[in-house]
């Protein structure tokens, strides 16, 4: 993590009391609604049950009157969805699938070099929101979307864009690990193969033994190049996914429940793999683990509904919500 | 109650051994559905102070199997057996009896006597005008086949009951009739693979000992590596032109010439219609397209015959000419083109089923590392569909080798050997039709020759199967 980065929060010296608040109210998620307010940090003295019934004007001065808990009328994004130093900048996003809309009105800029996680229930299109940043929606036949999505300043729906060189610069990894039916060199080899990123054999090499050792696969696998990558565990299989993803030198990587298929170590594996990657690479991740949200991102975003409900620093989403939706995600009354 | 009587007879009896056979047959079905009844029914019989099916350790029905189960198969088996040795045991037993005037003294005169004695008992002959000892004889045969159906009557309706009663009084609430079912339907799976497995293996041996025979007349090494073909064989002493030579190399050649002209037709436009209706066509135009191309296989080859003789051939004859090249009228292009499209569906149909498995993760991890549609094809659908569209190819291969209809039409019956696909050919499978077609006796090396050429072709096709599986199994790309 660099402490240079002025976009991010200063989340070292705040992760420890993040984590631990968060975890508290996770434990609470079976006890009656309430029961976590006394154990909210300082910020919130006042008592839950009246802040059900008025808005917390203290914890959250942002905070609308219109809040509410039904999602019909929810408006604006609340907290800090914007940013000076944007990667990617989306604007007015509507996603449809034929008739039916998945996604309402989304405004939010992903910074350089943050690691933002998108949160939710299911069904409430934080993975579609994250498909439309390298325009995978394109092959669901009957998807249409709408709004202005810019990378560094270039929009990514422009009829003269190029979708290869686009999805050569906004990387993607699955849910399920999905490595090609070919040998571990070969998988990484795949993408600097189509574009062409080396001129040499001895070029490639190197390509691929690097992106192997960013995804802190290479000890693993380096005696075994030439087996099949379908042929790790399923840990290895997705560093291997990572790995491939970072050969063509993504500015952007793009993770759909990267964790979701995975055992407890592996996924430990993959977190701190993610916090070493957010040095050179801008991350949006999809994750349907509150503790892994809280562990990896710099920044949590809320989607219920198709509506992205609320935008924080990660401490802040998960110790003290600006939305009631957001505090009744997390304290586990739906979802 | 005579009339009665004369019907239960009528029926037992039949009055010809098959329709017995199949009357005893439709009576064995009924009592095996009565057993299964009554095993039932006294399952639940017993089940019902007990406090309902769940005190049994079987549902009823299985119950019910069991005692069917046991009431049929044995007696299903005894008149399997019985219709097997029962016509070979009588004629034995007449022969063996007959008066020494008439006893027969070789195959061909025991023969005709059996033939002559079983007619007459069947009532085909007139007795009028018959020796004495035959008409014995004959006599002896019809009294000892209504003996035999009898007894046979008699025996199947005493076992089938036997086993009724046997599988309904073991019924019992701790009996453990599901296992017991369940074994004999395993074994009954397992008679119908062996049946497949055994009729394979009893056309390779009828075909093998026919090609022995023919291989004592002409040598194997002059028949697999032999350079003309000309199976005419003289008849008489003086004939000409009937030389007699069997090589079978330039049968192969043709074969193999008209498969190749086929499969280069059919592999890539198969391939790729495959691909275009799995990948790009929307899904409209595969509701449409699929079945209009499955449609191709739906033609009968006899009609490709006439469209290749009459449509292609000339048409590539007067190509040809135009471009000053010779082109038989009945050509290798011709045939193995129109064959080509005979069986582009074998390939297309095949390959769009195993290119449309191929997991949609595949495409998507593909196409989010920047790959254009067509590499995310060519580099990780086809590889990972590879077994399946081999294994279309290897299918569409044998059913080229296999064809015989077009190439009679349209490639003609000359044996050259030639790799031209210009000029006329024959294949292994047309010359076993002519071989075969019309009087012919079965013991001259022409007629054999066809049951050499078949134990060929069957081992060619083999082989080429072992070997695409192997290739198969090299360079398969295993998903998941």
Same mark, same amino acid.
């Given at each position: 993590m660099s402490p240079t980065d002025t976009t991010k929060p200063a989340k070292v010296a705040k992760k420890s009391p993040a984590l631990k608040t968060s975890a508290a109210a996770l434990n609470?998620?079976?006890?009656?609604?309430?029961?976590?307010?006394?154990k909210k940090t300082a910020a919130s003295k006042k008592p839950k049950a009246a802040a059900a019934k008025k808005p917390r004007v203290m914890a959250a001065p942002k905070m609308s009157s219109s809040q509410s808990l039904d999602v019909d009328d929810h408006k604006v994004t609340v907290g800090k969805s914007f940013s000076d130093n944007a990667k990617m900048t989306m604007r007015n996003i509507n996603v449809f699938y034929g008739d039916k809309q998945a996604i309402y009105d989304v405004n939010i800029d992903i910074a350089k070099n943050e690691v933002i996680a998108m949160i939710g229930p299911s069904g409430c299109g934080k993975s579609t929101f994250l498909r439309t940043l390298n325009r995978m929606n394109d092959t669901v036949e009957g998807c249409r979307v709408e709004g202005e999505i810019c990378m560094d300043g270039e929009d990514l729906y422009a009829p003269k864009l190029d979708v290869v060189e686009l999805r050569a610069r906004v990387g993607m990894v699955f849910q399920k690990p999905n490595p090609f039916p070919k040998s571990i060199y070969e998988n990484v080899a795949y993408g600097p193969k189509i574009h062409g990123l080396a001129d040499t054999r001895v070029d490639l090499d190197e390509i691929v033994e690097n992106s192997l050792r960013k995804a802190s696969l290479w000890e693993e696998v380096k005696e075994r190049l030439h087996q099949p990558g379908t042929g790790l565990s399923g840990g290895q299989q997705q560093r291997l996914c990572i790995a491939r993803a970072i050969a063509v030198s993504p500015e952007v990587i793009l993770m759909d429940e990267p964790c979701s298929a995975l055992d407890p170590i592996a996924t430990a594996k993959i977190e701190e793999l993610i916090e070493e990657l957010s040095q050179n690479f801008t991350i949006a991740i999809v994750t349907h683990s509150m503790q892994q949200a809280a562990r990896v991102s710099h920044r949590t975003a809320y989607f219920h509904l198709g509506k992205l409900i609320e935008v924080n620093p990660t401490e802040q989403v998960f110790t003290m919500p600006e939305h009631q939706l957001t505090e009744a995600y997390i304290t586990g009354r739906f979802g | 109650m005579p009339s009665l009587n004369s019907w239960a007879y009528l029926f037992l009896k039949g009055s010809t051994s098959s329709m017995q056979a199949t009357n005893l047959l439709i009576l064995l079905l009924g009592f095996g559905v009565l057993a299964f009844y009554l095993g039932r029914g006294r399952s639940l019989a017993i089940a019902a102070p007990l406090g309902g099916i769940r005190k049994l350790h079987s549902l009823p029905s299985y119950y019910g199997m069991h005692a069917a189960l046991w009431c049929a198969l044995p007696s299903l088996f005894l008149l399997g057996l019985w219709l097997m040795f029962d016509e070979s045991v009588i004629n034995s037993l007449v022969i063996g009896s007959v008066a020494a005037d008439i006893a027969p003294i070789d195959t061909a005169t025991y023969n005709l006597l059996l033939n002559k004695v079983a007619n007459l008992a069947d009532g085909i002959l007139p007795r009028k005008g018959q020796t004495e000892s035959i008409l014995a004889a004959s006599d002896h045969m019809q009294s000892l086949r209504v003996i035999s159906s009898w007894s046979l009557t008699a025996l199947l309706l005493a076992l089938s009951t036997a086993g009724l009663f046997w599988g309904w009084s073991k019924t019992a609430s701790d009996f453990r009739a599901r296992p017991a079912v369940e074994k004999v339907m395993q074994n009954l799976l397992l008679a119908c693979a062996c049946l497949a497995i055994f009729t394979t293996l009893g056309i390779v041996l009828s075909v093998l000992f026919e090609s022995i025979q023919?291989?004592?007349?002409?040598?194997?090494?002059?028949?697999?590596?032999? *350079?003309?073909?000309?199976?005419?064989?003289?008849?008489r002493e003086d004939q000409v032109g009937s030389s007699g030579s069997f090589g079978a190399v330039p049968l192969f050649v043709g074969t193999l010439l008209v498969s190749a002209v086929a499969m280069v037709v059919a592999v890539p436009v198969g391939l790729m219609s495959a691909i275009y209706l799995a990948e790009y066509a929307s899904k409209n135009v595969r509701n449409y397209a699929k079945p209009a191309l499955e449609v191709l296989a739906g033609i009968p080859t006899v009609v490709y015959g006439f469209f290749a003789a009459l449509t292609v051939a000339p048409f590539l004859r007067d190509l040809g000419s135009s471009f000053g090249l010779t082109v038989s009228s009945e050509s290798a292009l011709a045939a193995g083109g129109v064959m080509g499209i005979m069986i582009i569906p074998f390939i297309s149909s095949l390959a769009d089923d195993v290119i449309t498995a191929v997991p949609?993760?595949?495409?998507?991890?593909? *196409?989010?590392?920047?790959?254009?549609?067509?590499?995310?094809?060519?580099?990780?659908?086809?590889?990972?569909? *590879?077994?399946?569209?081999?294994?279309?190819i290897m299918l569409a291969v044998s059913r080229a080798i296999g064809e015989t209809m077009i190439v009679v039409m349209a490639a003609g019956m000359a044996a050259k050997l030639t790799a031209n696909p210009l000029e006329s050919v024959t294949t292994v499978t047309v010359q076993i039709v002519t071989l075969l077609t019309g009087d012919q006796e079965f013991d001259s090396p022409k007629t054999l020759a066809a049951f050499a050429l078949g134990l060929m072709l069957f081992t060619v096709t083999l082989l080429l199967n072992i070997f695409a599986l192997h290739i198969v199994k090299k360079y398969r790309e295993q998903y998941e």
């Amino acid at each position: 993590m660099s402490p240079t980065d002025t976009t991010k929060p200063a989340k070292v010296a705040k992760k420890s009391p993040a984590l631990k608040t968060s975890a508290a109210a996770l434990n609470k998620a079976a006890a009656p609604n309430k029961a976590a307010a006394p154990k909210k940090t300082a910020a919130s003295k006042k008592p839950k049950a009246a802040a059900a019934k008025k808005p917390r004007v203290m914890a959250a001065p942002k905070m609308s009157s219109s809040q509410s808990l039904d999602v019909d009328d929810h408006k604006v994004t609340v907290g800090k969805s914007f940013s000076d130093n944007a990667k990617m900048t989306m604007r007015n996003i509507n996603v449809f699938y034929g008739d039916k809309q998945a996604i309402y009105d989304v405004n939010i800029d992903i910074a350089k070099n943050e690691v933002i996680a998108m949160i939710g229930p299911s069904g409430c299109g934080k993975s579609t929101f994250l498909r439309t940043l390298n325009r995978m929606n394109d092959t669901v036949e009957g998807c249409r979307v709408e709004g202005e999505i810019c990378m560094d300043g270039e929009d990514l729906y422009a009829p003269k864009l190029d979708v290869v060189e686009l999805r050569a610069r906004v990387g993607m990894v699955f849910q399920k690990p999905n490595p090609f039916p070919k040998s571990i060199y070969e998988n990484v080899a795949y993408g600097p193969k189509i574009h062409g990123l080396a001129d040499t054999r001895v070029d490639l090499d190197e390509i691929v033994e690097n992106s192997l050792r960013k995804a802190s696969l290479w000890e693993e696998v380096k005696e075994r190049l030439h087996q099949p990558g379908t042929g790790l565990s399923g840990g290895q299989q997705q560093r291997l996914c990572i790995a491939r993803a970072i050969a063509v030198s993504p500015e952007v990587i793009l993770m759909d429940e990267p964790c979701s298929a995975l055992d407890p170590i592996a996924t430990a594996k993959i977190e701190e793999l993610i916090e070493e990657l957010s040095q050179n690479f801008t991350i949006a991740i999809v994750t349907h683990s509150m503790q892994q949200a809280a562990r990896v991102s710099h920044r949590t975003a809320y989607f219920h509904l198709g509506k992205l409900i609320e935008v924080n620093p990660t401490e802040q989403v998960f110790t003290m919500p600006e939305h009631q939706l957001t505090e009744a995600y997390i304290t586990g009354r739906f979802g | 109650m005579p009339s009665l009587n004369s019907w239960a007879y009528l029926f037992l009896k039949g009055s010809t051994s098959s329709m017995q056979a199949t009357n005893l047959l439709i009576l064995l079905l009924g009592f095996g559905v009565l057993a299964f009844y009554l095993g039932r029914g006294r399952s639940l019989a017993i089940a019902a102070p007990l406090g309902g099916i769940r005190k049994l350790h079987s549902l009823p029905s299985y119950y019910g199997m069991h005692a069917a189960l046991w009431c049929a198969l044995p007696s299903l088996f005894l008149l399997g057996l019985w219709l097997m040795f029962d016509e070979s045991v009588i004629n034995s037993l007449v022969i063996g009896s007959v008066a020494a005037d008439i006893a027969p003294i070789d195959t061909a005169t025991y023969n005709l006597l059996l033939n002559k004695v079983a007619n007459l008992a069947d009532g085909i002959l007139p007795r009028k005008g018959q020796t004495e000892s035959i008409l014995a004889a004959s006599d002896h045969m019809q009294s000892l086949r209504v003996i035999s159906s009898w007894s046979l009557t008699a025996l199947l309706l005493a076992l089938s009951t036997a086993g009724l009663f046997w599988g309904w009084s073991k019924t019992a609430s701790d009996f453990r009739a599901r296992p017991a079912v369940e074994k004999v339907m395993q074994n009954l799976l397992l008679a119908c693979a062996c049946l497949a497995i055994f009729t394979t293996l009893g056309i390779v041996l009828s075909v093998l000992f026919e090609s022995i025979q023919f291989f004592r007349s002409v040598p194997i090494y002059d028949f697999v590596f032999g *350079l003309e073909w000309s199976p005419q064989t003289a008849i008489r002493e003086d004939q000409v032109g009937s030389s007699g030579s069997f090589g079978a190399v330039p049968l192969f050649v043709g074969t193999l010439l008209v498969s190749a002209v086929a499969m280069v037709v059919a592999v890539p436009v198969g391939l790729m219609s495959a691909i275009y209706l799995a990948e790009y066509a929307s899904k409209n135009v595969r509701n449409y397209a699929k079945p209009a191309l499955e449609v191709l296989a739906g033609i009968p080859t006899v009609v490709y015959g006439f469209f290749a003789a009459l449509t292609v051939a000339p048409f590539l004859r007067d190509l040809g000419s135009s471009f000053g090249l010779t082109v038989s009228s009945e050509s290798a292009l011709a045939a193995g083109g129109v064959m080509g499209i005979m069986i582009i569906p074998f390939i297309s149909s095949l390959a769009d089923d195993v290119i449309t498995a191929v997991p949609q993760s595949m495409r998507d991890g593909s *196409l989010a590392m920047g790959a254009t549609k067509s590499e995310t094809v060519r580099r990780v659908v086809i590889p990972a569909a *590879l077994p399946g569209i081999v294994g279309g190819i290897m299918l569409a291969v044998s059913r080229a080798i296999g064809e015989t209809m077009i190439v009679v039409m349209a490639a003609g019956m000359a044996a050259k050997l030639t790799a031209n696909p210009l000029e006329s050919v024959t294949t292994v499978t047309v010359q076993i039709v002519t071989l075969l077609t019309g009087d012919q006796e079965f013991d001259s090396p022409k007629t054999l020759a066809a049951f050499a050429l078949g134990l060929m072709l069957f081992t060619v096709t083999l082989l080429l199967n072992i070997f695409a599986l192997h290739i198969v199994k090299k360079y398969r790309e295993q998903y998941e």
